[in-house]
């Protein structure tokens, strides 16, 4: 997916899109990045935000970004204020104006504060940003257009303005009345047109060829130095966005889904699931490190026979999926089974209560008192103390290749609790008694249930 820059009035549309091929996007606020990230660029830059009227872009969602693997560049303004803040976790600021947060030269959001006009006009400024009337002043004294001194005054009347009332006529106005060097501020005012120095512009542009060289590089994303903490505001927000608005290729799947009946409402209910779970992991503070993803990703890939990178480049391309919103894909997925493992014995009421509904209960219920009553001693006794002989080994394999067609898993203890028993040796005495039984009656139905 191309990168997404958010931008407006530092340059234009086309001034971005000449130097790099990215979705532009209006000025940053809250809960843009967070959605930007769910569509899974491989990288986003922020060069203008929103300061005033409109919430501003949180840090803890451009942090949030950043642990999904997608690299995040800052500059300009709202950009290199954010840059400023958090390259410590992995934010790539760029220019002058970030050099000056990072440092402490510049503390005040108003250095690059400005008014500027709605989209309908293209984000047209309407005032100067104090980072570039520094700029301007400090090269007209080295090209000894003022006197230090000069430039020092007008420096101080601009600060001593709000940021909306920042614009040259109004400055050189203020800085006149108080000054005696009129020659030199006539000299400036002819001078400034042709030499105005747009330290914001210089800086966006010088970021834009970083985004572009780190693309063709292939730079990977930096890990952020701290893990990404999953705190109650930040449900909040994510709670609040929801899944966002999807796309037209994905309404139209949700459409052809809701055509089909009953299966709309059968993953409606998986979704709700995967959703709980998931905000239930993140609440308890897990997440999936790099060693998980790669573990997810290869037994996804073996299940869906996807071994070849072709093969899984065209799934991704088939899935509307970047590779950043495959692990995102991933982890989500680990999330939720991590979550139904740790809570298993909390959900089993929860389970059987889903049976009933599905009409399932009574026939596994029958399938339990036939088992108890067949068996010698029952059950578990039959289970406790095999008599048939077979090893464990074998007992896996019978049981995966012969009942439920599939691979042995590689993890047989992390199996068996993904269905809410403790331990591999508790599964093999449930699958002792199965073989048992199933020798004695050859009662099948069990694997014949139909899959919704």
């Not at 420096?155 to 940021?163: E, F, R």
């Not at 030199?184 to 512009?201: C, G, H, I, S, Y």
């Not at 095999?386 to 047989?412: N, Q, R």
Request: proline share 4%.
């Amino acid at each position: 997916m191309k990168p997404i820059v958010f931008v407006g009035p530092t340059l234009t549309n086309a001034e971005v899109t000449g130097v790099l091929d990215a979705d532009c996007r209006p000025p940053v606020s809250q809960g843009d990045i967070y959605r930007a990230t769910r569509s899974g660029p491989d990288m986003i830059g922020i060069i203008d935000g929103y300061f005033d009227g409109v919430p501003s872009v949180w840090h803890k969602e451009i942090q949030w970004a950043m642990t999904q693997g997608i690299q995040v560049f800052g500059s300009a303004s709202m950009g290199a204020l954010r840059a400023a803040e958090l390259h410590q976790f992995g934010m790539q600021g760029v220019g002058r104006i970030f050099e000056g947060y990072r440092s402490g030269r510049l503390e005040d959001d108003d250095e690059v504060a400005i008014i500027h006009a709605p989209a309908a006009m293209g984000f047209k400024a309407l005032s100067v940003p104090m980072v570039s009337v520094r700029a301007t002043l400090q090269s007209a004294v080295a090209e000894e257009i003022l006197p230090q001194a000069v430039s020092a005054q007008i420096c101080k009347h601009a600060k001593a303005l709000h940021y909306a009332d920042r614009e040259w006529d109004r400055i050189l106005a203020d800085a006149s009345s108080s000054s005696a060097a009129l020659p030199e501020l006539t000299f400036f005012k002819d001078w400034l047109p042709e030499n105005f120095v747009d330290a914001k512009r210089e800086d966006a542009l010088e970021m834009l060829a970083a985004m572009k060289k780190s693309l063709a590089e292939d730079i990977p994303a930096s890990t952020p130095a701290e893990g990404f903490e999953w705190t109650d505001v930040w449900n909040d927000l994510v709670q609040s966005e929801g899944a966002g608005e999807p796309d037209a290729p994905a309404r139209g799947v949700l459409d052809e889904l809701r055509l089909a009946g009953a299966q709309f409402e059968v993953f409606r209910q998986r979704a709700a699931t995967r959703h709980f779970a998931v905000s239930q992991a993140r609440r308890q503070g897990i997440s999936a490190d790099q060693a998980v993803l790669r573990d997810e990703m290869n037994i996804h890939r073996t299940n869906s026979g996807l071994l070849r990178r072709k093969q899984l480049i065209q799934w991704l391309i088939e899935n509307d999926l970047s590779e950043a919103a495959y692990e995102h894909f991933l982890g989500e997925g680990w999330l939720a089974k991590t979550a139904v493992q740790l809570s298993s014995r909390q959900l089993d009421g929860h389970i059987l209560a889903e049976l009933k509904v599905s009409d399932r209960y009574q026939a596994l219920k029958q399938r339990a008192e036939a088992k108890r009553q067949i068996l010698p001693g029952g059950s578990q006794a039959a289970g406790r103390s095999a008599t048939d002989g077979i090893s464990d080994l074998k007992l896996l394999d019978w049981y995966f290749e012969h009942c439920l067609d599939l691979p042995v898993p590689e993890d047989v203890d992390a199996y068996a609790r993904s269905i809410g028993l403790a331990s591999r040796s508790e599964l093999c005495r449930l699958l002792h008694c199965e073989r048992e039984y199933l020798s004695m009656t050859d009662d099948r139905d069990l694997y014949d249930l139909e899959d919704d």
